[in-house]
């Protein structure tokens, strides 16, 4: 059974650190470019982060030269360290993939989800 489970948020102070972990099960993780989504009260979801298969990144705007997304395929876990928060970057993240091997950061692309996890930053 295909799963990807996120972990890694809470509650931080603006100016803090957290870093997420997307663990994959039931497919090869590094066959297959995996991006980072959040989804903020009452807004829609922006992609935020993708890798792919070979390792290319991108970012959105608003989080580049802050958050930094890399994967360890041995342990089939894609990770965003997010670093300088701010409380706009509150949101629920999500992982997903569309199981291509190309990065992409819209949600229409993306064919299988994580059930997110909440990051508040908040002082």
């Known amino acids: 059974q295909m799963q990807l489970v996120e972990s890694g948020g809470g509650l931080v102070q603006p100016g803090g650190s957290l870093r997420l972990a997307c663990a994959a099960s039931?497919?090869?993780?590094?066959?297959?470019?995996i991006a980072w989504f959040r989804q903020a009260p009452g807004k829609g979801r922006e992609g935020v982060s993708c890798?792919?298969?070979?390792?290319?990144?991108d970012y959105a705007d608003s989080v580049k030269g802050r958050f930094t997304i890399s994967r360890d395929n041995a342990k089939s876990t894609v990770y965003l360290q997010m670093n300088s928060l701010k409380p706009e970057d509150t949101a629920v993240y999500y992982c997903?993939?569309?199981?291509?091997?190309?990065?992409?950061?819209?949600?229409?692309?993306?064919?299988?989800w994580g059930k997110g996890t909440l990051v508040t930053v908040s002082s």
């Open positions: 997903a993939t569309g199981f291509g091997a190309f990065c992409r950061l819209a949600p229409a692309g993306m064919d299988y």
């Open positions: 890798i792919s298969r070979r390792d290319r990144t």
């Open positions: 039931g497919f090869t993780l590094g066959d297959y470019a």
